[in-house]
């Protein structure tokens, strides 16, 4: 499954980085600091499931999640974040996020769901 990853702080980028390969089936082919490098990294990656933090430099993770949508992506939009999940959850979710995972406490979480969604072979409609 592939995996992009949208988020702005370098070391906590390839933290995230490093655990995500470390999961069988998980492959990251692109990684975004920004809104616009992030829709341009999902455009020319198409991957199975984007990785979106709402706080991100030269824009916001919202908009960066309408703008991929409107791109045309059909997979999963999961959104990590430290941004208060019952203000923004629903946010998120009405511009076309599939799930909210609060970064300070659901990484392992997130994990465990992109490892059953692989287990499952579910991949983006093409």
């Known amino acids: 499954m592939k995996v992009v990853l949208i988020e702005d702080c370098a070391m906590l980028r390839r933290l995230m980085v490093c655990r995500l390969q470390q999961e069988p089936g998980i492959t990251v082919v692109g990684q975004a600091d920004c809104e616009s490098a992030a829709v341009a990294t999902v455009a ?3 991957p199975d499931v984007v990785l ?3 706080s991100i430099t030269a824009g916001t993770g919202l908009s960066a999640i309408s703008r991929i949508r409107q791109g045309g992506f059909r997979g999963k939009i999961y959104v990590l974040s430290a941004e208060d999940r019952y203000v ?3 946010q998120v979710m009405s511009r076309g ?3 909210f995972y ?3 406490f659901d990484f392992e979480r997130l994990i465990e769901d992109l490892g059953a969604l692989s287990h499952q072979g579910w991949l983006a409609a093409a």
């Open 52 to 54: 979106v933090d709402l």
């Open 97 to 99: 996020a599939d799930a």
């Open 88 to 90: 923004f959850g629903p």
């Open 102 to 104: 609060d970064k300070a």
């Open 44 to 46: 020319l990656n198409h």
